[in-house]
C-alpha cells in the first residue's frame, strides 16, 4: 500500500515506522523539508512535498 504522511510529529514517526517495517510504501511530507528528510532518513523511506506525498 502506499501510504503518505503529512507530519512529522511523534505520531508520524510511530505510524511511519509501523507501516514501513511491515512494508508499505510510506513518503513523508511537512511544513519543513528539512524535517520531512530527516524523519524518512530515520525510518528509511522517502521524503516528498506536501503536493506529491498527497498524489
Avoid at 510504501?25 to 503536493?51: E, N, W, Y
Wanted: aromatic content about 2%; proline content about 0%; cysteine-free.
Amino acid at each position: 500500500m502506499r501510504i503518505g504522511i503529512l507530519g512529522t510529529g511523534a505520531m508520524a514517526a510511530a505510524l511511519g515506522g509501523r507501516w514501513a517495517r511491515a512494508g508499505h510504501d510510506v513518503t513523508v511530507a511537512g511544513r519543513s523539508q528539512d524535517k520531512a528528510r530527516m524523519l524518512a532518513t530515520r525510518l528509511g523511506v522517502r521524503a516528498t512535498t506536501v503536493r506529491e506525498a498527497v498524489a
